[in-house]
């Protein structure tokens, strides 16, 4: 379905399992932008699909279905207003990063929550990131 959530209709509401916050900036605003990377079993699991290159060859990738919510305002530990994103994913993918000692998999959805809140919501964040100490920030919607 839609933004990888089983269902048919337009959309189902879900109290996602926080997992990691991502610190980045609104390039635009130098705003402190979060994501609260989170977990849902109603989101579907990742896998291989095919696709098209630039060439028209068929190639396969990695398709990791997401849904990430709209951007709210929260406060840093600072009490700065911020504004915070949720993204959620099959918990797989947390048992993926947390088995992979190299971080690449963390680094990995860290880059695609990034640009996917960016092509979201139409603004361009820093690809740095930093990982603050925190399973989520704001309230659990």
């Known amino acids: 379905g839609k933004d990888g959530i089983k269902s048919e209709d337009?959309?189902?509401?879900?109290?996602?399992?926080?997992?990691f916050t991502l610190k980045t900036r609104d390039l635009a605003t130098n705003k402190k932008v979060f994501?609260?990377?989170?977990?849902?079993?109603?989101i579907a699991i990742p896998g291989l699909k095919k696709k098209l290159n630039e060439n028209?060859?068929?190639?396969?990738?990695?398709?990791?279905?997401?849904?990430?919510?709209?951007?709210r305002l929260c406060k840093d530990k600072s009490g700065i207003d911020s504004t915070v994103y949720d993204m959620i994913v099959n918990?797989?993918?947390?048992?993926?990063?947390?088995?992979?000692?190299t971080h690449k998999q963390r680094d990995f959805i860290c880059q695609l929550g990034i640009q996917c809140v960016e092509q979201k919501y139409?603004?361009?964040c820093d690809k740095r990131y930093k990982l603050p100490n925190l399973d989520y920030i704001g309230d659990i919607t």
């Not at 994501?35 to 109603?42: G, M, Q, R, W």
């Not at 028209?56 to 951007?71: A, K, L």
């Not at 918990?91 to 000692?101: G, R, S, Y």
Request: charged share 30%; glycine share 12%; proline share 10%.
């Open 10 to 19: 337009k959309g189902i509401e879900i109290t996602p399992k926080p997992g």
């Open 35 to 42: 994501i609260n990377v989170c977990s849902h079993d109603e």
């Open 122 to 124: 139409k603004f361009e």
């Open 91 to 101: 918990p797989q993918v947390m048992n993926d990063m947390k088995e992979d000692i």
């Open 56 to 71: 028209g060859e068929e190639v396969e990738g990695y398709n990791v279905p997401m849904s990430v919510g709209p951007g």
